[in-house]
């Protein structure tokens, strides 16, 4: 089963910039770290104030192994811990989404 973590940002519309850069540190740190990186996206037309990521995961354990190899990861702290001290982004919320399976375009493995 694949599942997909769905985040939506509330970012401040002014630091549009710093959320590019911290997406950007994301771009590295996922893949290195088992996630499986769709994207982050930034606001262009419409609500100024909205940034989605989307990650996925071959299964649950994935995520879990996932989520401790980001624990120890060391630019994974700096990006999480710059965000906080920059408040950028003021609103985080998280959906787990399951893929229907013929649907996805999978990367070669």
Not at 16 to 27: I, P, S
């Amino acid at each position: 089963m694949t599942i997909t973590c769905f985040i939506r940002y509330e970012i401040d519309p002014f630091q549009k910039d710093a959320f590019r850069r911290y997406a950007e540190a994301w771009g590295r740190i996922i893949p290195r770290c088992g996630g499986h990186l769709v994207g982050y996206w930034l606001p262009h037309e419409g609500s100024n104030v909205e940034g989605w990521g989307l990650i996925g995961f071959d299964s649950l354990a994935a995520y879990e192994a996932y989520r401790a190899r980001l624990r120890a990861d060391e630019e994974g702290a700096r990006n999480f811990a710059w965000a906080q001290e920059q408040r950028f982004i003021l609103k985080e919320e998280r959906r787990w989404l399951q893929g229907v399976e013929s649907t996805l375009n999978r990367p070669p493995q």
